[in-house]
């Protein structure tokens, strides 16, 4: 059974940073490219941020990029999103996804909500102004 896990939300004031995780089992986790989405209350889910196979290429909202970092270790299974000067927009729930078979991350392109493959249940941030 796969299962993707976030991890290390909270609340915290504006400013402040936050890292967030996900684990993955279940699926050969170097084999996908990953993926964080946000979906504020009353808002669209949006693209956060995602990172290919191998670590290489990433790709980061315009509304995030300088702020936040992806990275992963497949040797954990672990995908992780430092947070740095969070403010009070990137109040939400956070999302970790596998990305689709064929799909990948690279510079512009983010990995496509449609065609991810599995979801985790999200982890709250709420950044305090």
């Known amino acids: 059974q796969v299962q993707v896990v976030e991890s290390g939300g909270g609340l915290v004031q504006t400013g402040g940073s936050l890292r967030l995780s996900c684990t993955g089992s279940g699926l050969t986790f170097a084999d996908y490219p990953m993926g964080w989405f946000r979906q504020a209350p009353g808002k669209e889910r949006e693209g956060v941020s995602c990172?290919?196979?191998?670590?290489?290429?990433?790709s980061y909202a315009a509304s995030v990029k300088g702020r936040f970092t992806v990275s992963r270790d497949n040797a954990k299974n672990t995908v992780y999103l430092q947070m740095n000067s969070l403010e009070p927009e990137d109040t939400a729930m956070y999302y970790c996804?596998?990305?689709?078979?064929?799909?990948?991350?690279?510079?512009?392109?983010?990995?496509?909500?449609?065609?991810?493959?599995?979801w985790g249940h999200g982890t709250q941030v709420t950044v305090s102004s």
């Open positions: 996804a596998a990305g689709g078979q064929y799909d990948y991350c690279s510079g512009d392109h983010m990995i496509s909500p449609s065609l991810v493959g599995y």
């Open positions: 990172i290919s196979w191998s670590g290489v290429s990433t």
